[in-house]
């Protein structure tokens, strides 16, 4: 029987490729996905050249989900609804250990408020 966690991993990353264009995935293998914007943009009045958009790893017990928007804008933590609310560890990464259809529709809809945040502040 397969490891729920690589399933996990690998129906999250389903999700999460739609944002690979504009963005970028600078690591994906197995086990670690990331998507990066690649943009110069300037954060706390510091320049950067590319900016943490989203992210998974598979961990002992659990695939780690990270949501950097956050970071950007602390009202994003009201996109989480009590489901995916209920995994949060930290400000922005969620411990997945289990995942259904209610999980995904929440986090599809929280990478989308995420996705346009970012290219409304460049």
């Known amino acids: 029987m397969e490891d729920n966690r690589r399933k996990i991993f690998r129906d999250l990353k ?20 990331d998507i990066w914007s690649i943009k110069d943009v300037v954060i706390g009045g510091k320049k950067r ?16 989900f990270y949501y950097m928007p956050v970071y950007g804008e ?22 997945i250990k289990k995942l259904d259809k209610t ?11 995420g996705y346009k945040f970012y290219k409304k502040n460049g």
């Open 14 to 33: 389903g999700v999460l490729k739609k944002y690979e264009r504009p963005m970028v995935a600078k690591i994906d293998d197995e086990s670690l996905y």
């Open 103 to 113: 999980l995904i529709v929440q986090i599809r809809e929280a990478l989308e408020i």
């Open 49 to 64: 050249k590319e900016v943490y958009f989203a992210g998974l790893i598979i961990q002992s017990t659990y695939v780690g």
């Open 74 to 95: 602390p009202g994003m933590m009201k996109v989480f609804k009590k489901e995916l609310r209920s995994m949060l560890k930290g400000k922005a990464c969620f411990h």
